[in-house]
């Protein structure tokens, strides 16, 4: 199945007009056999998680997306949450963001 390339951008602005310059771009990946419905990505450790960066999209089975992510903390260090259309969810922890380039979520 051909992958399709899904841009979302997520961008906190350290100051008005002008970007943060420690942003995060990820490719995420949905090996699932079922669709992510929900992905959520929190500094770790933290207690709540963040709104759903999906916002109202879905990643199939097989897709990819690019995930352009910066909260203005400075961290690299996040939790990211992927919740499926059969209720299943996929936690991945203490990801440093700064040293790796795809993020490959499986229930």
């Known amino acids: 199945m051909a992958s399709r390339l899904i841009t979302l951008a997520l961008a906190v ?10 942003q995060r771009l990820l490719r995420v990946n949905n090996l699932a056999d079922a669709t992510i419905i ?6 770790s450790g933290a207690e709540d998680w963040g709104a759903d960066v999906l916002a109202s999209g879905m990643l199939e089975p097989g897709e990819s997306m690019l995930l352009d992510y910066d909260d203005g903390s400075g961290t690299c260090v996040f939790d990211v ?4 259309t059969t209720d299943e969810e996929s936690i991945l922890s203490e990801v440093n963001f700064c040293e790796i380039d795809d993020l490959n979520f499986r229930p």
């Open 13 to 22: 602005f350290a100051a008005a007009g002008t970007a943060s310059s420690d």
């Open 81 to 84: 949450k992927a919740v499926y």
């Open 38 to 43: 929900r992905l959520y990505v929190s500094p």
